[in-house]
């Protein structure tokens, strides 16, 4: 005779959602695609470091990142019990044997036709980063399987003098191993990777730097996520599986925005925020959740889940003081102005006085009770608080936490 346990077992299994019944995944790497909300120092690799203080708070120096420490995709990194993410730019002291990071500050879904000085968008835009995925899956195998026959490739006198060298250096690691091939990600683990994307809030304020209406913007919201949808099927052709996808943050509410643009005060909503931007952003996550839904009927082997990110920062913002944060729209490094935040005077920035070159953009006392970093983007606390949101699946669609991502559930 069934009891009463079983049944009850079999009852929770036939609800899709049900955590209880998913298995949980062991996620060897992590390849994020995105822009300076999950750029872990490609932008700093390729055209100089984001000064003192950005990194201030947890890495106590420069480390890529446009905040005081950690960013959203750190937090999953440390979730996962995962390295942080070296950028796929960056050249120095990179270990990429547990994923790579493609994103840049400033990227844009579609390329931009201004340059980076003009605009401030960066030219790695998604498509470019999908090429580099691309290189990265072909050329990090063909390097793993070329170390392994160094002495072969290698000159006797090279080879020699490589092994005298490590002699005396007695560096094991170094010369009796393939260290390119411990730096890289094996064949297997692409297949079983978590691939996350954070992007597309640059492309909807790009439109309005170009002074074109909020209906215009969204005109141009389905070439969009026509290339975002490129992208995730090219990764699903390499083997990828699972994909954690944010939609688009509240662009309306970010100081930076309502710094740059002319917003009227009856533009302006409850919170604070400009509502023209928030509305764009709005559809084109809707638009977003839309184009995941088609994307899992052409992928069937792919787990994609959708994550409210937009949902999760208006709250923040709309509800500040009461989650103990001080005026969410008040940039923690800055310069002057109503936001602390002037477009030319970014933090970091310096100018000489006396002859002695000081810092005139500093960061504020505290910045574990600020949203904004520096107008643009969230402090270390407020991307902490993001991240313990979202972590669990509660804003997820299907609702699963992170750790269970890799799982295909029925809709």
């Not at 939609?247 to 740059?260: A, E, I, W």
């Not at 409850?270 to 839309?290: H, M």
Request: aromatic share 12%.
């Amino acid at each position: 005779m069934v009891k009463f346990t079983e049944i009850l077992i079999l009852l929770l299994c036939s609800v899709p959602t049900q955590v209880l019944c998913l298995s949980s995944c062991n996620f060897p790497a992590i390849f994020n695609f995105g822009d300076s909300n999950s750029d872990t120092g490609g932008l700093s690799a390729a055209f100089g470091q984001a000064p003192y203080p950005h990194g201030e708070t947890f890495f106590h120096a420069p480390a890529g990142r446009f905040s005081d420490g950690r960013l959203v995709i750190d937090f999953f990194a440390e979730a996962l019990d995962l390295p942080y993410l070296s950028a796929f730019l960056d050249s120095i002291g990179s270990n990429f044997s547990h994923g790579a990071n493609f994103a840049t500050a400033g990227s844009t879904i579609r390329p931009q036709n201004t340059t980076m000085a003009q605009s401030g968008y960066s030219p790695i835009s998604l498509d470019v980063q999908g090429v580099q995925f691309s290189d990265f899956h072909s050329r990090s195998q063909i390097i793993r399987q070329k170390g392994t026959h160094f002495s072969e490739q290698s000159s006797s006198r090279v080879y020699i003098n490589m092994a005298l060298s490590c002699h005396r250096l007695k560096v094991l690691f170094f010369c009796t191993g393939n260290i390119f091939g411990q730096l890289l990600p094996k064949e297997e683990d692409f297949s079983q990777a978590l691939y996350t994307f954070d992007i597309g809030q640059n492309d909807l304020t790009a439109g309005y730097k170009l002074n074109m209406s909020t209906e215009q913007v969204k005109a141009y919201v389905p070439d969009l996520l026509s290339q975002l949808s490129n992208v995730v099927k090219k990764i699903y052709a390499k083997g990828g599986r699972s994909f954690w996808i944010h939609n688009t943050g509240p662009v309306g509410c970010l100081p930076y925005v309502m710094d740059r643009f002319f917003i009227t005060a009856a533009q302006i909503d409850k919170y604070g925020c400009a509502n023209p931007f928030n509305e764009v952003a709005k559809y084109f996550n809707l638009q977003l959740k839309e184009t995941v839904a088609q994307l899992r009927k052409e992928l069937p082997l792919a787990a994609i889940t959708y994550v409210d990110v937009y949902f999760v920062k208006y709250s923040l913002i709309g509800h500040a003081k009461k989650l103990g944060f001080e005026n969410p729209f008040l940039a923690c490094c800055g310069h002057g102005g109503k936001y602390n935040y002037n477009r030319f005077i970014k933090c970091g920035s310096k100018k000489v006085v006396n002859g002695k070159e000081v810092v005139i953009a500093q960061s504020c006392k505290d910045p574990s009770v600020r949203v904004s970093w520096d107008g643009t983007h969230f402090t270390e606390a407020a991307n902490k608080w993001i991240f313990d949101q979202i972590v669990n699946g509660s804003f997820s669609d299907p609702p699963i936490p992170l750790s269970l991502a890799c799982n295909r559930v029925n809709h």
